[in-house]
């Protein structure tokens, strides 16, 4: 099935440094993907949508130059905290549109940011 | 897309059947019931999802009333696995290109 490799399932910064997440779609090509946020105790929030060869698009409220993402091929989008500070700190997931007859949206399984 | 409301948390013992209801007073003609979980610390897995009639798989059955203003996920023989968080989600298929917009959902807790 449609399968989503997201990297790194944790990692911890410094305030001010910037991280990069990756995901790749590994069985099928994502003109799109979504990135979301979540926050303890709260439901998955969508912060952009990424789309091959184009500019993301950005969710109300989501700071385009904090959050960069790219998606340079059909298979790879990334998204770069930069300078990332303690309230960034949360659990990132994204998500590419499937076959929706049989497996829906497929979700990478998210990445764990501390900002400390 | 079509607004959903979920309880909050629902408790079952292991080995039995979980049932989760979802009202979506609101669908369309043309709108899908998803159902996704997510286990803690992990991103949302999909379950089934169906049209109008009751669908099955490995994983749930999924009946929806006949007026398709509700449905009811069941997990005939819950395991401490299944603890997660249960989300109902309605689209319709030519939304493909937009995420999926997920509510609050259903915490659901299997006990031994």
């Given at each position: 099935g449609a399968v989503v490799s997201q990297h790194p399932s944790w990692v911890i910064c410094k305030s001010g440094t910037s991280v990069k997440i990756e995901c790749r779609s590994l069985d099928f090509q994502a003109t799109t993907m979504f990135w979301y946020r979540q926050f303890p105790k709260q439901s998955l929030m969508l912060m952009a949508t990424s789309n091959e060869g184009s500019k993301a698009t950005y969710e109300q409220g989501v700071e385009k130059d904090k959050f960069l993402i790219n998606?340079?091929?059909?298979t790879l989008s990334t998204l770069t905290v930069t300078s990332?500070?303690?309230?960034?700190?949360s659990f990132y997931i994204c998500s590419a549109p499937g076959q929706l007859t049989n497996y829906g949206y497929t979700f990478g399984s998210g990445t764990r940011l501390t900002v400390v | 897309d079509a607004k959903t409301t979920q309880p909050p948390s629902m408790d079952c013992a292991e080995g039995r059947a979980a049932n989760l209801p979802c009202n979506h007073?609101?669908?369309?003609?043309?709108e899908y019931v998803y159902w996704y979980r997510q286990i803690h610390s992990q991103g949302p897995q999909y379950i089934i999802h169906g049209l109008k009639n009751n669908e099955t798989n490995e994983m749930a059955s999924l009946i929806i009333t006949e007026d398709r203003k509700s449905s009811t996920l069941i997990l005939p023989h819950a395991t401490l696995r299944d603890t997660a968080v249960y989300y109902c989600i309605v689209r319709g298929?030519?939304?493909?290109?937009y995420a999926l917009n997920f509510g609050k959902g259903t915490s659901l807790l299997v006990t031994p």
């Open positions: 998606h340079a091929s059909l990332a500070h303690p309230e960034d700190s | 007073s609101t669908i369309s003609g043309n298929n030519s939304n493909s290109g």
